[in-house]
């Protein structure tokens, strides 16, 4: 069973990227996932988070307009796509998995699994 988050990369403000979180070993359709971010010197926070399972969803006031999840149900994939990228989204993005009953509000650390990461940095 793994998570894995790719996509990151180096990119001039305003510029877009688009992250991948892969599972193997379990289907991500039944799961609500989660996107996060962690910033040197400060605490991992929450981006966006898609559910299925209740059908709840949320997203950071920081990223509302920016950034949108998608999945592909057939590659077991969700996505985050970030567009308008700004100097402060530099951060490593992780992917999380959770098969509870709580949809999106699931507490951060309830999930059930968590990718590598991925580093996003975004340069002015």
């Known amino acids: 069973v793994q998570l894995q988050a790719s996509g990151g990369g180096l990119v001039q403000a305003g510029g877009s990227l688009r992250l991948s979180c892969a599972a193997s070993g379990f289907k991500l359709d039944n799961y609500a996932v989660g996107w996060f971010r962690q910033a040197p010197g400060k605490e991992r926070e929450g981006v966006a988070c898609d559910s299925r399972s209740d059908g709840s969803a949320w997203s950071a006031e920081l990223v509302k307009g920016r950034f949108t999840m998608s999945r592909d149900d057939a590659k077991n994939t969700v996505y985050l796509q970030m567009n308008s990228l700004k100097p402060e989204d530099t951060a490593v993005y992780y992917c999380?998995?959770?098969?509870?009953?709580?949809?999106?509000?699931?507490?951060?650390?309830?999930?059930?699994?968590w990718g590598q990461g991925s580093q996003v940095t975004v340069s002015s």
């Open positions: 999380a998995a959770d098969f509870g009953s709580y949809g999106c509000y699931v507490p951060m650390d309830g999930y059930d699994y």
